[in-house]
């Protein structure tokens, strides 16, 4: 089948290379021209494990290509993907939705002919009705069809999501679209995924009502954690005792950092706004909400404690800073807050991340990027491991610090308390 990709960001670049690599021909299009000749010649501007390779394979199969040209791409495509950006509103919790509109306004002047228009973005209920009214205006109605087919694709497993998804959601009441949307993804569904097909409306809502459910499983089980720290529980055994209900399960129960990403926070504020305009309380995705914000601040607190409260020239060590392992984004990443905060209180902070220097610190003082774990941990007062990548798991603290004993804050519940006390250091976890 003949596909468009409009964006070239995280969710559009890796579902046009899995569509592409599934056989079909795909263009991926954006506006921005230096990334889309940046992905001519191989180089993907995101980090995502496999994706470089599988954007070489196909591109070389002339299978996938770029343009910048949106007219021309949409006018040779049979199915059309929009895969732009939808934050949230600066100064508010609502969706905006302006690159969503402004794609539709320019899709309403290239339709040639019958042409099935798919959200794959995040969108809020009613988008799709939206799209339709700004594509009416231009177009027959039996020229098009606007259906809601939202991702699941999680950072860091985006490509193994794509090929073996849970499920694959296609909001539409037309049948003929239903029909050709279920052969594009037979391949998929051949491996076991389900196909659901509901309203369009449904389909919207599925996709915030999942990040908003699984955003509040990481927010109970912090709140646990924190009772657990004082009771003396483990809260490792809470979450095993829990998830070997299979009502509950035991996935995003792992106690940690706050939330953060390109999803969760603006999709649980989304669905809160959507809520509001139809004048139902979502109040437990508001507790949510607010229990994440406060949780950066809240490990500080334990940041402080561990110091006695003395940060000023205390070498502190960040041993990742990215929001979750095997991603570049620092999306409301709890580091944006903790870093900042301790720099301000006069400590002396070094951060080592495998995908390298970060610009979102350069303009404060006293943070500095080492590019080896070694070089991070020299001298260091206090280890803070803040995310759990694999390069973190099996450090020799002994060989790295030799002669200095730093405290270890393993905000990932990393190590084991009895071996890490065993080899002389102070260690601290999150509900242990």
């Known amino acids: 089948m003949k596909l468009c990709i409009i964006g070239t960001g995280y969710v559009g670049l890796v579902s046009g290379v899995c569509f592409s690599d599934l056989g079909n021909d795909v263009i991926c299009v954006d506006k921005d021209e230096d990334k889309i000749n940046l992905l001519k010649k191989g180089k993907v501007p995101i980090y995502e494990p ?39 509103k600066k100064g508010g919790r609502s969706a905006d939705l302006t690159q969503i509109y402004n794609v539709a306004k ?85 491996k076991g995924a389900q196909y659901l097909n509901t309203s369009r409306r449904a389909a919207e809502l599925i996709k915030y009502a999942s990040n ?28 095993i005792g829990m998830g070997l209900d299979k009502r509950i399960g035991s996935r995003f129960l792992r106690a940690g950092p706050a939330y953060g990403g390109s999803c969760f926070p603006k999709d649980t504020k989304a669905i809160i706004s959507t809520a509001d305009k139809f004048k139902t309380n979502l109040s437990v995705i508001k507790s949510v909400v607010r229990s994440n914000e406060n949780r950066s601040n809240l490990l500080l607190k334990r940041v402080y404690e561990i110091l006695n409260n003395r940060l000023k020239n205390k070498k502190i060590t960040f041993l990742g800073v990215t929001f979750k392992a095997n991603t570049d984004d620092m999306r409301d990443s709890s580091s944006l807050i903790m870093i900042p905060a301790l720099a301000k209180k006069g400590a002396l902070i070094k951060y080592f991340d495998p995908t390298g220097y970060k610009n979102e610190f350069k303009k404060i003082k006293n943070v500095s990027f080492e590019n080896s774990i070694k070089k991070s941990l020299k001298d260091s007062d206090l ?50």
Request: charged share 25%; glycine share 4%.
């Open 383 to 432: 280890i803070i491991i803040h995310t759990e990548w694999n390069d973190f798991k099996s450090i020799n603290f002994k060989h790295f610090v030799k002669g200095k004993k730093p405290i270890i804050y393993d905000m990932r519940n990393i190590y084991s308390h009895t071996k890490i006390s065993a080899q002389g250091f102070k260690y601290f976890s999150v509900g242990r």
């Open 106 to 190: 320019e899709l309403s002047l290239s339709i040639n002919k019958f042409k099935i228009i798919i959200t794959k973005s995040t969108v809020p209920v009613t988008t799709g009705d939206e799209i339709e009214k700004i594509l009416s205006k231009k177009n027959n109605k039996h020229k098009f069809a606007v259906v809601s087919n939202p991702e699941f694709l999680r950072e860091g497993e985006a490509i193994r999501d794509f090929i073996y998804p849970d499920r694959i959601v296609v909001g539409s009441n037309e049948k003929k679209s239903n029909r050709i949307l279920k052969n594009l993804y037979s391949p998929l569904i051949s």
């Open 50 to 88: 496999g994706l470089s390779e599988l954007v070489v394979k196909n591109f070389r199969n002339k299978r996938l290509s770029f343009s910048s040209n949106l007219k021309t791409s949409v006018k040779n495509s049979d199915i059309i993907f929009i895969c732009v950006g939808t934050p949230t």
């Open 212 to 239: 908003a459910f699984l955003a509040t499983k990481i927010t109970f089980i912090n709140e646990i954690a924190n009772l657990c720290e004082n009771t003396g529980i483990n809260v490792e055994d809470i979450s």
